[in-house]
């Protein structure tokens, strides 16, 4: 029998409060304000006299490509979603003030895509090709204490294609500045485990690596004391030693924990670990940490436990863009992307194909999402001319560890993925590479299985048993009608669906409920994102056919398989597949969209038919449209315009589904639930009127001045009572009064090439989107929407407090 035991307690890697993150601490301070950009290549710019009056001021995170035209004519192509890459140099003049002097001075870069290049004053600090991972570099011997200092960083995007979907261009992500006394807690050089976790009582073992960088041995004591969420002590522990000089140390305490409150995804609980370094009564150094209690468990016989319950993962995959904001990693940004996920049902997500930011994971941990967290979409083998293959040999080692040991410490990561579709997956040395990549992750870390993804096109699906027995956790791409026949040939195999056709959602969670040793399936994919311009796209009889890697489907520009769409809109295929997994969603009716005689709609591979909440369908009266209801309940009853169509059954049996044909007249649609005889839970479509109003719903009437914060505001348009029209198209112009600017413009409709930092944008079924960004001053901010033949609407948004900059 195949058995996976993890007992543990995770950190959350540094997670403050929100207001703690965007100023900083003493140790660690934010360096994402007053930076100077320029599109183009200058290699003089890397000097601190250069010159850069005249470029542009902006503040981080940065993306250049989604500012950029989307043109068939840029080297992206559909992969890319036709967005400009190219090369670009960023420069920041800063000054080290005298505190600083005999300290420990680092720049952490979270992510930079990609091929960075970072000088200070001139001299080349490193280069980091891999566009996902976080990097720092020793300052201290660099800095000028006398005069202003430069840092320039070089990012080349230029070789293309290098992605198989929209990776954006830039310094993406955070940027910080690292202040440590030379004597410190190692960056990421803290894990923390437990041998034992019960509700009862964690046993928590913390392991931290201290370094001392001085000229002389130092006797110190380390200090590790446990908070509760509500601040209250939950455990200490303090451990004296000597350390020579120029070494480091691994320092071990266990500290009990008496009655824990578990981290689950229904019940994320976080505790706060403070590790400090203490020299007689002086406190030289001080991390504060997050983390959350729970145990996992792995088998063929109950599947996934956490916390000895099992669990089956209904997940998405996830491509690290965020819509109209591009790859900008905005905390706000991440943030709400997890909340959509949770919001649709989803209680895993894998982050496809490369390592998330910190703060996506972190609102992972603090929201309760189960993560795969996985390195590549490729090893030695290329999937395009210029992506990771050629850096793997010499970079592979160092961007996994870099994943490990940033990661390791997260509750919600519950599984490491080393590769996705590997392109030599059916050679011999695929095997010995997998060995290599999963033996590099359990030398850091052996509290989480290894998995990757793996796929065939063909009929030799066994070939592959040696190279999945490399792994822990079994992850197939679309193959888990095999997963019963494997199970005979294996039993020990534990296997996860790690990506999906969405039409098969029923079928798959049918498998995934029935078989202990199938612990779940994630759906590709939970969110539409930009690139791999087309899959799933339907389209009419007489349009270019073909799936989208086989023909140029432009204006197509991005990924239409999303349960989400890109403005957060879940389509009805979300609410299905919620409805499957979850409890909390019983009910809801959509229309399928009828076929626009004499033309025919078309499916591709990843598409679902296109099925809308409207009974707005002028044109077609008295023509028959297929109503769906998706239901938990033993039947529903359909009625028109108070007047009963019918009655089906919802069970299992019909897939939890149920489709009326109906003739089309206006009014209104009712679906009811029945059980026991009665009628309980109702969903209702409503005739639209003519568009005359914009309805503006924001998500956050209030948000914090620091340059960064974010209001996402959706936009309705409306008939005169409040009906969403699901025709409109109205254009939309937005103007910005106050401390706030246009993030980005949305509309959910992947053939508009608008662009998306505008400040107009068309409606597509009624909907949009703006994203409003504080500035660094407090006030209001006033939002106007206008339309030709709709009423005009406003909003106000408060932005509060002062931020240090």
Not at 406 to 430: C, L, Q, V, Y
Not at 662 to 687: C, I, R
Request: net charge neutral; proline share 4%.
């Amino acid at each position: 029998m195949k058995v996976i035991t993890i007992v543990f307690l995770f950190l959350i890697g540094s997670m403050l409060s929100f207001a703690q993150t965007q100023g900083g601490t003493g140790r660690k301070l934010l360096f994402d304000y007053n930076w100077k950009f320029k599109l183009g290549d200058d290699t003089l710019a890397r000097l601190r006299d250069f010159s850069d009056t005249g470029w542009r001021n902006l503040d981080l995170p940065h993306d250049w490509s989604i500012e950029g035209k989307i043109s068939p004519k840029n080297p992206t192509g559909g992969a890319g979603g036709y967005f400009p890459a190219g090369i670009g140099w960023y420069r920041k003049t800063f000054k080290a003030p005298g505190e600083w002097k005999g300290k420990s001075v680092s720049v952490y870069f979270e992510g930079v895509y990609m091929n960075s290049e970072v000088f200070i004053n001139g001299k080349s600090l490193g280069v980091r090709p891999y566009g996902y991972s976080s990097f720092s570099y020793d300052l201290s011997p660099y800095l000028n204490f006398n005069n202003e200092n430069v840092i320039a960083v070089r990012v080349d995007n230029s070789q293309q294609i290098n992605s198989r979907w929209y990776s954006g261009s830039g310094i993406y992500r955070h940027v910080w500045m690292k202040i440590t006394n030379p004597l410190h807690v190692a960056d990421w050089g803290v894990a923390i485990t437990t041998p034992e976790v019960s509700s009862k009582q964690a046993s928590v073992q913390v392991k931290a690596t201290i370094k001392n960088e001085t000229d002389f041995s130092q006797s110190i004591a380390v200090s590790t004391r446990l908070l509760s969420g509500g601040g209250k002590d939950a455990g200490n522990n303090i451990i004296k030693l000597a350390l020579p000089a120029h070494s480091e140390k691994e320092v071990i305490q266990t500290i009990k924990v008496s009655k824990p409150l578990l981290w689950t995804p229904e019940s994320p609980n976080l505790y706060r670990a403070r590790v400090q370094v203490l020299k007689g009564n002086d406190i030289i150094d001080e991390t504060k940490t997050a983390y959350g209690i729970r145990s996992l468990k792995f088998t063929a016989e109950h599947g996934f436990q956490l916390n000895g319950k099992t669990v089956k993962i209904s997940g998405g995959c996830v491509h690290h863009d965020n819509g109209c904001l591009g790859a900008a990693a905005f905390d706000r940004a991440e943030e709400r992307k997890v909340e959509l996920l949770k919001a649709a049902g989803f209680n895993a997500v894998r982050t496809s194909h490369n390592p998330p930011s910190e703060a996506f994971l972190n609102a992972c941990d603090s929201l309760g999402l189960l993560v795969i967290d996985e390195a590549f979409d490729g090893w030695r083998v290329g999937k395009n001319k210029y992506d990771y293959s050629v850096y793997f040999d010499h970079w592979w080692k160092r961007d996994l560890e870099t994943m490990v040991l940033r990661d390791r410490n997260h509750p919600s990561i519950f599984m490491w993925s080393i590769g996705n579709e590997i392109s030599e997956r059916k050679t011999p040395g695929a095997v010995v590479t997998a060995k290599m990549l999963a033996a590099t992750v359990k030398s850091i870390d052996t509290t989480r299985p290894v998995t990757s993804a793996i796929v065939t096109w063909g009929n030799e699906w066994e070939a592959f048993d040696p190279l999945m027995a490399v792994h822990d956790v079994c992850g197939y791409n679309y193959q888990l009608q095999s997963a019963t026949a494997d199970h005979k040939r294996i039993p020990s195999r534990i296997i996860v669906q790690t990506e999906s056709y969405p039409r098969d959602a029923f079928t798959n969670w049918k498998l995934v409920q029935n078989n202990s040793y199938i612990i779940g399936d994630f759906v590709w994919s939970a969110i539409d994102y930009l690139g791999e311009s087309g899959i799933g796209r339907s389209y009419y009889s007489g349009d270019v056919p073909g799936e989208n890697w086989e023909n140029d489907f432009f204006p197509w520009h991005a990924a239409y398989c999303g349960d989400i769409d890109l403005t957060g809109w879940r389509k009805p295929i979300s609410h299905y597949r919620s409805l499957l997994y979850n409890d909390k969603e019983k009910l809801y009716m959509a229309v399928r969209e009828p076929n626009p005689e004499p033309l025919e709609i078309k499916e591709t591979r990843w598409s679902v038919w296109p099925t809308w909440e409207s009974w707005t369908w002028p044109g077609f009266e008295g023509k028959n449209i297929d109503v769906e209801v998706y239901s938990k309940y033993p039947k529903v009853r359909l009625y028109l315009n108070g007047k009963l169509l019918g009655e089906k059954p919802t069970t299992e049996d019909q897939e939890f589904k149920a489709t009326f044909s109906v003739p089309y007249v206006s009014g209104n649609l009712k679906a009811v639930a029945v059980e026991n005889d009665k009628e309980t839970e109702s969903a209702m479509l409503q005739t639209s009127g003519y568009a005359e109003k914009i309805k503006l719903i924001a998500d956050r009437k209030a948000i914090l001045a620091n340059g960064q914060d974010l209001s996402y505001v959706k936009i309705e348009i409306t008939d005169e009572n409040g009906v969403i029209q699901p025709n409109a198209v109205n254009r939309l112009h937005f103007k910005i009064d106050g401390p706030g600017t246009i993030a980005g413009v949305d509309n959910a409709d992947v053939k508009d090439f608008d662009a998306y930092t505008g400040n107009s944008r068309k409606a597509w079924h009624g909907r949009a989107l703006i994203v409003i960004r504080s500035t660094h001053n407090a006030g209001d901010i006033k939002l106007t929407i206008s339309s030709a033949d709709l009423s005009e609407a406003t909003l106000a948004i408060k932005a509060l407090g002062n931020w240090p900059r």
